[in-house]
């Protein structure tokens, strides 16, 4: 069956001398893999669009298992994340964790629409540690593992400073802190950010800038709640914490 359709490609592999399987997410198929001919020839058409990031409209023969990609014309070419390696490195971040958390041919508009839209803003300029951060605080409850971030998930205390809890999955009050102790302290602008990072709809997302440890301390605590209750260790996160080391030393 012939089919166009919008997508980004979120991974790609080489296949044999000259092919790469591209992995498709669309808004109407889900993830889908694609065998594209040809694609690792310097003057194939495919070339120049098979590649992590492409967005565009793809025209492809969809089967029962790995479809074929013919034909593709791009919709944004995303200049300002491509030509910048740190920004690269987000956006490498959001796709990969969009590839782990999700099943070839389970389409969900929500959550291509959260990865079109979180990319289109990055793009535009939006903070990408702050996009990045976001879109995956949206994506905990497609992994199973929605913490609780409204009051303390054990005594169910509302108000007050709290710790967050990896184990116990989510806040933990000044009384029930101590039933963990390696509960993570959180600074008061991070325990009011995480909640409204997971609510806030990216079309009401106005400028955004964080301090560093702000943020730094948010990035801590998301993947450490993916990597202890999903088992998802990223490796562009890996990626970005060397970026980050080796730019602290740079004079």
Avoid: W
Avoid at 2 to 26: P, S
Avoid at 171 to 189: Q, V
Avoid at 223 to 242: H, P, V
């Amino acid at each position: 069956m012939m089919v166009k359709a919008e997508g980004i490609i979120i991974r790609t592999t080489d296949y044999g001398e000259t092919n790469k399987i591209v992995t498709l997410y669309t808004k109407e198929f889900g993830k889908i893999g694609l065998m594209a001919r040809g694609a690792k020839k310097p003057k194939s058409e495919l070339s120049a669009i098979s590649h992590v990031l492409f967005y565009g409209l793809c025209l492809f023969r969809k089967g029962r298992g790995l479809g074929v990609l013919y034909q593709a014309e791009s919709l944004n070419p995303f200049r300002s994340i491509l030509e910048n390696i740190e920004i690269t490195g987000y956006a490498a971040l959001i796709v990969e964790l969009t590839d782990r958390l999700t099943e070839d041919g389970l389409p969900s508009q929500a959550i291509y629409h959260l990865l079109k839209d979180t990319l289109l803003l990055m793009e535009k300029g939006k903070d990408p540690a702050v996009m990045s951060a976001i879109f995956a605080m949206k994506m905990l409850p497609q992994a199973g593992i929605d913490p609780e971030l409204t009051h303390c998930v054990r005594c169910g205390k509302q108000k007050g400073r709290y710790r967050f809890s990896i184990v116990e999955g989510g806040y933990l009050c000044d009384e029930c802190a101590p039933t963990d102790r390696y509960a993570i302290e959180m600074s008061g602008a991070v325990q009011k950010l995480l909640p409204i990072m997971r609510l806030v709809p990216l079309e009401r997302l106005g400028k955004v800038s964080l301090k560093a440890e702000t943020i730094g301390m948010i990035e801590t605590i998301i993947y450490a709640y993916y990597e202890q209750n999903a088992g998802i260790k990223l490796r562009s996160r890996k990626f970005i914490e060397q970026l980050s080391k080796f730019r602290t030393r740079d004079p």
